[in-house]
């Protein structure tokens, strides 16, 4: 070979530029019931080459070139994908809802805001279950205005509604200040975070028999902010159609799927996903596959399982999850001490997403290198940083997704 060609897979192989297609996998044994302990790698330089599955090439192998291609084939058989080998079907059991104010207070936020809070109640099989959902809404505003919605996977406290305690995780004094309308739920009232055998939370009150391809605890905390935004679409002060979802961590592997199945959310703020979530699998650095699903049994589907120690048999990626988003505004955030989650492996991810927003429009490009800390990149309906420090979910954050809504929700 010469040497400019080598050269060239070797710049190449990281942005699995060489991509192709691959076929629906066999079934592989089991792998959580063999004792697997490789060592984490969070070495560049160990990071296999891999091949990415391509973006916008068919199952059948039929390339997508246009949106309407990707609407009504290539998108729906991505989400398929996903469903059944990642997150989970969510079950048809019919159920009833019903929505209450059952408080009202103009005067929040010393007269700043008005709060809100909503009870979402779900009835089936002689069972129910209520979402909290905690709402402030500017009061200065003179029309409805965008509002994000925080699927908080913390301790309630994190988004106290009373206000008595403030944390940077929701820091809805400086989002009312910015004009935005901030919203919030505690995902435990949906689906309690444990490995309980699904019996409790919404899979004791909607799941009928289970089998490899039922919902996981990740798909029911995304239904449950589909719940919240059935209300929130309703709300007179908000605009239905700039309705921001909100995740950190496993929070923001949630705020993925619930953007990917719910196209009313207009915007996803993807904070530190990592695995399962925003960065690619098959680079194998930091959090894997198999780890995941060993630590977190509850979170996906069956079927995901198969795929710990065993990334080559994927027959996707986590840039096809990010391109469910398309064409509507994207941001991933990363932080540089967060190599658990690796942020590099998220850039790639969201880079690899482009092609789907190309197909609608061609101002959402990203440069092929990975931007500086703090440096947030804005381009078109796409936006990424990666901020200094560990793991976790700041105003820094914030600002920066707030900056990014001015643009593509705010000026819309
Ligand atoms: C664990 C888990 C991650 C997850 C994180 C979180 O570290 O391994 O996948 O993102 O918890 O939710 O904080």
Same mark, same amino acid.
């Given at each position: 070979?010469?040497?400019?060609?080598?050269?060239?897979?070797?710049?190449?192989? !990281?942005? =699995? &530029?060489?991509?192709?297609?691959?076929?629906?996998?066999?079934?592989?044994?089991?792998?959580?019931?063999?004792?697997?302990?490789? !060592?984490?790698? @969070?070495?560049?330089?160990?990071?296999?080459? @891999?091949?990415?599955?391509?973006?916008?090439?068919?199952?059948?192998?039929?390339?997508?070139?246009?949106?309407?291609?990707?609407?009504?084939?290539?998108?729906?058989?991505?989400?398929?994908?996903?469903?059944?080998?990642?997150?989970?079907? $969510?079950?048809?059991?019919?159920?009833?809802?019903?929505?209450?104010?059952?408080?009202?207070?103009?005067?929040?936020?010393?007269?700043?805001?008005?709060?809100?809070?909503?009870?979402?109640?779900?009835?089936?099989?002689?069972? %129910?279950?209520?979402?909290?959902?905690?709402?402030?809404?500017?009061?200065?505003?003179?029309?409805?205005?965008?509002?994000?919605?925080?699927?908080?996977?913390?301790?309630?406290?994190?988004?106290?509604?009373?206000?008595?305690?403030? %944390?940077?995780?929701?820091?809805?004094?400086?989002?009312?200040?910015?004009?935005?309308?901030?919203?919030?739920?505690?995902?435990?009232?949906?689906?309690?975070? *444990?490995?309980? =055998?699904?019996?409790?939370?919404?899979?004791?009150? &909607?799941?009928?028999?289970?089998?490899?391809?039922?919902?996981?605890?990740?798909?029911?905390?995304?239904?449950?902010?589909?719940?919240?935004?059935?209300?929130?679409?309703?709300?007179?002060?908000?605009?239905?159609?700039?309705?921001?979802? $909100?995740?950190?961590?496993?929070?923001?592997?949630?705020?993925?799927?619930?953007?990917?199945?719910?196209?009313?959310?207009?915007?996803?703020?993807?904070?530190?996903?990592?695995? =399962?979530?925003?960065?690619? %699998?098959?680079?194998?650095?930091?959090?894997?596959? @198999?780890?995941?699903?060993?630590?977190?049994?509850?979170?996906?589907?069956?079927?995901?399982?198969?795929?710990?120690?065993?990334?080559?048999?994927?027959?996707?990626?986590?840039?096809?999850? &990010?391109?469910?988003?398309?064409?509507?505004?994207?941001?991933?955030?990363?932080?540089? *001490?967060?190599?658990?989650?690796?942020?590099?492996?998220?850039?790639?991810?969201?880079?690899?997403?482009?092609?789907?927003?190309?197909?609608?429009?061609?101002?959402?490009?990203?440069?092929?290198?990975?931007?500086?800390?703090?440096?947030?990149?804005? %381009?078109?309906?796409?936006?990424?940083?990666?901020?200094?420090?560990?793991?976790? &979910?700041?105003?820094?954050?914030?600002?920066?997704?707030?900056?990014?809504?001015?643009?593509?929700?705010?000026?819309?």
């Amino acid at each position: 070979m010469n040497k400019l060609l080598k050269l060239l897979i070797v710049i190449s192989l !990281p942005l =699995g &530029l060489f991509a192709q297609t691959k076929e629906k996998p066999q079934v592989p044994p089991d792998t959580l019931n063999q004792k697997v302990d490789r !060592p984490i790698n @969070y070495d560049e330089e160990k990071v296999p080459a @891999y091949h990415l599955p391509d973006l916008l090439t068919c199952a059948n192998g039929h390339k997508v070139t246009g949106k309407k291609e990707w609407a009504n084939i290539r998108r729906p058989e991505l989400l398929e994908l996903f469903t059944t080998q990642v997150f989970g079907r $969510v079950p048809g059991t019919p159920y009833q809802k019903t929505i209450r104010v059952v408080k009202t207070d103009p005067n929040a936020m010393n007269g700043a805001a008005t709060l809100k809070l909503i009870d979402i109640t779900i009835v089936a099989q002689s069972k %129910s279950l209520t979402i909290r959902l905690g709402l402030f809404t500017p009061n200065k505003a003179t029309k409805p205005v965008p509002a994000f919605l925080l699927i908080c996977n913390r301790a309630p406290k994190n988004i106290d509604f009373s206000r008595i305690v403030k %944390s940077e995780f929701w820091p809805a004094e400086e989002v009312i200040a910015r004009g935005y309308a901030v919203a919030a739920f505690d995902n435990a009232d949906v689906d309690p975070d *444990q490995d309980d =055998g699904f019996k409790n939370g919404i899979h004791g009150l &909607l799941d009928a028999g289970r089998s490899s391809e039922s919902w996981g605890t990740i798909a029911a905390w995304a239904w449950g902010a589909s719940r919240c935004l059935d209300y929130l679409v309703t709300d007179k002060n908000i605009a239905p159609d700039k309705i921001a979802v $909100v995740g950190h961590s496993r929070g923001a592997k949630t705020a993925l799927w619930a953007g990917a199945t719910d196209a009313r959310f207009a915007m996803v703020a993807c904070n530190e996903a990592g695995c =399962g979530g925003s960065s690619l %699998s098959l680079r194998r650095f930091g959090e894997t596959i @198999y780890q995941i699903n060993r630590n977190f049994p509850h979170w996906f589907c069956g079927n995901y399982k198969y795929y710990g120690e065993n990334e080559d048999a994927l027959p996707f990626d986590q840039h096809m999850l &990010l391109a469910l988003i398309a064409p509507r505004p994207l941001y991933v955030a990363s932080a540089e *001490q967060d190599l658990w989650g690796d942020p590099r492996g998220q850039y790639l991810a969201l880079y690899h997403a482009v092609p789907a927003y190309h197909l609608f429009e061609t101002k959402s490009g990203l440069p092929e290198v990975m931007p500086s800390v703090n440096q947030p990149v804005i %381009s078109g309906n796409l936006a990424y940083h990666i901020r200094d420090g560990k793991h976790n &979910l700041l105003l820094k954050d914030w600002n920066f997704f707030m900056d990014f809504a001015d643009q593509v929700l705010t000026k819309k």
